[in-house]
């Protein structure tokens, strides 16, 4: 090889290297976003919401089901198609997914570790994606189990069940466009909008060099001409509510514990249900029950069960409870496997506190408590009481606070019966015959 021939060869490498784009593994903290977006829901005259962006949604925090790699591939495949396709946004990952697939990825990725900031998200996260089945919606959920705010929900239904997800991963890429553009004018509005968020998403001078503004690039709906769907075609959404559960002694004391509660007697919030259940005892339990403030009824049951209309078609329907529409205001009782066979489910109002208390007849040392599904590790004792309250969402008109917003599919009428109907009949085989 001549020495000119010899020369040649590392420029010629120096430039394919300079030309391709090379992976960023990267992960940063959280903390270097820009605060969260608080949308708006626009009420209609059909039972869904519409939701309005003030500005373009930034922090995306994606939620995936664990132990299933094919999960992962398509968390990679949306991850990418975001940041390229919308330049302004940035990808959260908790921390454990963000460990394992960062590698992965051309971009930076985001995240916090909850034990040591358990509320990190509530500040930051514009919008959360989840990528799994029921579980994994109830789990994106937990994690703002004290945030009277929570982010709106695109669920992609990739689990065993996926009663609660209104899409199909095959459906991303749109799914995903409707929600972004929620709010985005048409035409001549992009441009305006794109100069008032500016002062918004900025980062204060004494930040950090590598946070986010450094690598977004173009922001604003300006920077994705052509998806606008108008300001009156937001993404409809569904608003499911929770319960509010706190576990409190015989004196009045809150001893409710769960990850970043910090407040005393507010309780933290549940999207299915509280169950209480004698667990490992050889006893039934003894439940004084209290609904209204008024003695209900001494209850002789493996467990009591008290659920959201969302969770009716958990472990409530198992129990024997009633299937609820989710948009009808009710708190549901069920008890399992009631000693008495005249005690049967209720249905309660939407505003009825509910108390159940530890009789000091029960045999058993105590019971477990566990809240969607969870269990929270700390027993009640006899003479400890579960009380549960509602949630308040609507504080005037098109003034919504709290429950978490669903992104619901598209329809003819703007309603919210045919994602439900459908998932009873598809899903649930709602009064199946037997052999078929």
């Known amino acids: 090889m001549t020495m000119q021939a010899f020369r040649r060869v590392p420029s010629l490498a120096l430039r394919r290297c300079f030309s391709s784009s090379a992976p960023c593994h990267e992960i940063r903290d959280i903390s270097a976003l820009s605060r969260r977006l608080i949308p708006k829901y626009q009420e209609s005259q059909g039972e869904l919401l519409s939701l309005q962006w003030p500005a373009p949604p930034r922090n995306i925090l994606l939620v995936r089901k664990d132990c299933a790699p094919a999960v992962t591939e398509s968390l990679i495949e949306f991850a990418d198609h975001i940041t390229s396709t919308y330049p302004s946004t940035a990808v959260v990952l908790e921390s454990k997914t963000a460990a394992e697939v960062h590698s992965s990825l051309s971009f930076p990725v ?10 990190a ?3 930051k996260i514009d919008l959360t994606v ?3 089945g029921d579980g994994t919606i109830l789990h994106a959920s937990s994690l703002f189990a004290t945030c009277s705010n929570v982010p709106p929900v695109l669920s992609f239904s990739m689990g065993t069940l996926g009663f609660l997800s209104e899409w199909k991963f095959s459906e991303f890429k749109r799914a995903f466009r409707e929600v972004y553009m929620s709010g985005a004018g048409a035409g001549d509005r992009t441009s305006v909008l794109e100069e008032e968020i500016r002062p918004m998403v900025a980062l204060p001078q004494s930040s950090s060099p590598g946070t986010q503004d450094e690598s977004m690039g173009p922001t604003g709906w300006s920077s994705v001409r052509g998806k606008s769907m108008g300001s009156t075609r937001g993404a409809p959404i569904l608003m499911r509510n929770r319960l509010k559960v706190g576990l409190f002694t015989g004196d009045g004391r809150e001893t ?21 259940h004698r667990g490992k005892e050889p006893h039934l339990a003894v439940v004084d029950i209290f609904v209204g403030g008024r003695y209900l009824t001494e209850a002789v049951v493996d467990g009591i069960i008290i659920s959201t209309p969302t969770g009716s078609t958990a472990y409530s329907l198992s129990s024997g409870g009633s299937i609820v529409h989710p948009l009808v205001p009710s708190i549901l009782l069920t008890p399992i496997c009631a000693r008495s066979l005249s005690f049967r489910p209720l249905v309660l109002p939407l505003s009825t506190p509910i108390t159940l208390r530890l009789s000091e007849k029960n045999r058993g040392r105590e019971l477990e408590v566990s809240l969607d599904g969870v269990n929270l590790g700390q027993g009640m004792a006899i003479g400890m009481e579960a009380r549960v309250w509602n949630e308040e969402m609507r504080h005037g008109q098109n003034e ?13 009428g703007g309603e919210a019966h045919e994602g439900w109907v459908g998932g009873l009949n598809g899903l649930l085989k709602f009064n199946h015959p037997f052999g078929e």
């Open 256 to 276: 409710t514990l769960t990850r970043g509660k910090s407040d005393q007697g507010a309780g933290v919030y549940v999207m299915n249900e509280l169950l209480i």
């Open 130 to 132: 989840t990528l799994g």
């Open 400 to 412: 919504w606070h709290g429950g978490v917003p669903s992104v619901m599919r598209r329809s003819m």
């Open 110 to 119: 985001y995240t916090a570790s909850l034990d040591e900031t358990p509320n």
């Open 121 to 123: 998200f509530h500040d």
